[in-house]
């Protein structure tokens, strides 16, 4: 099992940048796919998090309205879509799967500054 994430970036604020998670030794489909971050000196927490069956999303209330989580199942690869950004959202974001026994990417950094 494998995650590589990609597509983080400096971005100015109210800017926009889509993460991607590209995954490989299991279907992304068929498990619940979440993003996570961490900030420095702060703990991970979740950002956005989609379902297997249904595609039903949650999102942390920091995020609502701005980002969005969503899965390409012919590529396997699960995105956040980061708009409207600001300076709090910069972090390193990681992408999680939960196969009972949990996998994460080794992170992607997003700098939000001007």
């Known amino acids: 099992v494998q995650l590589v994430e990609s597509g983080g970036g400096l971005v100015q604020p109210g800017g926009s940048l889509r993460l991607s998670c590209a995954a490989s030794g299991f279907t992304v489909s068929s498990y619940v796919m979440s993003w996570y971050r961490q900030a420095p000196g702060k703990e991970r927490e979740p950002v956005a998090a989609i379902t297997s069956v249904g595609d039903r999303a949650e999102y942390a209330d920091s995020v609502k309205g701005r980002f969005t989580i969503s899965r390409d199942n012919a590529k396997n690869t699960v995105y956040l879509q980061m708009n409207s950004l600001k300076p709090e959202d910069t972090a390193v974001y990681y992408c999680?799967?939960?196969?009972?026994?949990?996998?994460w990417g080794q992170g992607t950094q997003v700098t939000v500054s001007s």
């Open positions: 999680h799967a939960d196969l009972i026994v949990e996998y």
